[in-house]
């Protein structure tokens, strides 16, 4: 017998993939090509993305596991992208305008002056989204204001992953997870707010029929099914927003924070309930819809791993191997001998060490870094916590950051709960295959899918060691 597999599609900013895994999470094929932006014939400093680039390096992906996807049985598909871009098309399908990315400025200015229309706070408030220039309600404020001809004929407005997804059914769908990324969700009444579509101007007709995760969107069309090189008919199932499908296929449990650690860390829950009226004051604030109804995902990021290659590069060399900076700072004690550091180099004008004496080194300072970040984690874990009506018993961490066992150490000891590290660096996928085997009628849920998954992590347990003095 043919193996089954779900074959996830995913879109990241960096690369796109196709990905066949089966009924446990393991991978059984996969193809990977670069993805990048185009600049905007109006403007050189404008982002935007090609759908048809896109779809094409989808294509390209699929031809390569072509051999090893004839010897599976494909079960269903799933596409899973980033969040907040996307497109305004006419009844075809067809882009009215080219799909503007998360990285152009163009948006900085109308969230500057968005109060002129609704207050950020209010904004907030209803939809658990941060003040971030990329999100969907400035572009669409954007287009009207910009093109408002291309809004008052628009058919709809479509996610990026439901453009693909369009593209593969014929289908027009509102992915939920990704709706939730928009600022214009009611996210309490999981809609869109008509408080905030009034005031921006938006037409609700825009936005097609919801489709929750794991729900069949439709059939593989058959010229979709030749472009890609796959069987024409496959169930194609809603998967969407990757931060959502990251954090369930982490493993991450209802009150359980999960951490990515990056260039930027993202500390998220998946929480029963969340007081978005807390979430306002703190900056880099916001609050998304889980995969899972009835769930929400608030969360906090900050600049992490950029500060430590910021260190990197001013004290060593961007090349020095990051075991020589760690090596160094294990040989300083806890506390970098009275040496600490106020990492928010971006708002703080306090940013930068503290107590520096002659007798200090690289060694300090960099140790002074790894601690001042993780004051920050424990800050906004407490943020986190009563924003999110919970309390962290242990908290989950995947990514690049996961990585450096000494900083681990320090996050469990500062913390004084268990730091659990994911070895499996795929969740998103794998969690987006679980949703797709529960679509298809495998599972009746995914958690039920998920628990086919075998799941290994390393513990770091707090050790005992003194107090880090919190800036």
Request: charged content about 15%; aromatic content about 8%; glycine content about 8%.
């Amino acid at each position: 017998m043919k193996q089954e597999v779900i074959l996830v599609l995913d879109c990241g900013a960096t690369n796109v993939r196709a990905i066949a895994i089966d009924r446990q999470g393991k991978i059984v094929a996969r193809a990977s090509t670069p993805n990048a932006s185009d600049i905007s014939a109006e403007n050189s400093a404008w982002h935007q993305w090609s759908l048809d680039a896109i779809l094409q390096r989808f294509s390209d992906c699929c031809q390569k596991i072509a051999s090893e996807l004839s010897a599976c049985c494909i079960r269903g598909m799933t596409v899973t992208t980033f969040g907040v871009d996307g497109a305004l098309v006419d009844n075809q399908g067809r882009l009215l305008y080219p799909v503007i990315s998360w990285k152009c400025p163009r948006t900085a200015l109308v969230m500057k002056n968005i109060d002129r229309l609704i207050s950020s706070r209010q904004l907030q408030d209803i939809s658990g989204v941060g003040a971030f220039s990329f999100n969907t309600l400035y572009k669409l404020v954007w287009l009207r204001e910009s093109h408002p001809q291309l809004v008052e004929n628009a058919y709809a407005w479509l996610f990026i992953s439901s453009l693909i997804n369009h593209r593969l059914t014929g289908e027009f769908t509102t992915d939920m997870t990704m709706a939730g990324t928009s600022q214009m969700l009611d996210i309490h009444n999981q809609d869109f707010s008509a408080e905030i579509l009034h005031a921006t101007r938006l037409p609700r007709r825009l936005f097609p029929r919801f489709v929750n995760a794991g729900d069949k969107i439709g059939a593989l069309l058959p010229a979709a099914a030749r472009f890609l090189g796959l069987p024409a008919g496959l169930p194609v199932i809603s998967a969407g927003h990757d931060t959502q499908f990251a954090l369930f296929g982490a493993g991450a449990k209802e009150n359980e924070p999960v951490l990515s650690s990056g260039t930027w860390e993202i500390l998220m829950a998946r929480s029963t309930q969340v007081n978005t009226h807390l979430l306002n004051p703190y900056p880099g604030s916001t609050c998304e819809l889980d995969s899972q109804t009835g769930l929400y995902n608030p969360g906090v990021q900050w600049l992490a791993s950029g500060v430590l290659e910021w260190v990197r590069k001013l004290l060593w060399t961007p090349e020095t191997d990051w075991q020589t900076l760690i090596h160094e700072a294990s040989a300083i004690p806890a506390g970098a001998d009275g040496v600490t550091m106020q990492c928010d180099l971006l708002s703080r004008k306090d940013a930068g060490w503290q107590g520096v004496t002659l007798n200090t080194t690289r060694g300090h300072l960099y140790r002074a870094a790894l601690e001042g970040l993780t004051i920050q984690l424990k800050q906004n874990l407490q943020i986190l916590e009563q924003i999110g009506h919970f309390t962290a018993s242990e908290l989950l961490l995947v990514g690049g950051g996961s990585r450096n066992a000494f900083w681990n150490q320090i996050k469990a000891n500062t913390l004084n709960i268990p730091i659990k590290v994911l070895e499996d660096a795929e969740t998103t996928v794998s969690g987006a295959a679980m949703y797709a085997w529960y679509g298809i009628g495998e599972f009746v849920s995914p958690v039920q899918a998920r628990a086919q998954v075998d799941y290994q992590y390393t513990y770091f347990y707090p050790q005992s060691e003194p107090c880090l003095v919190e800036n």
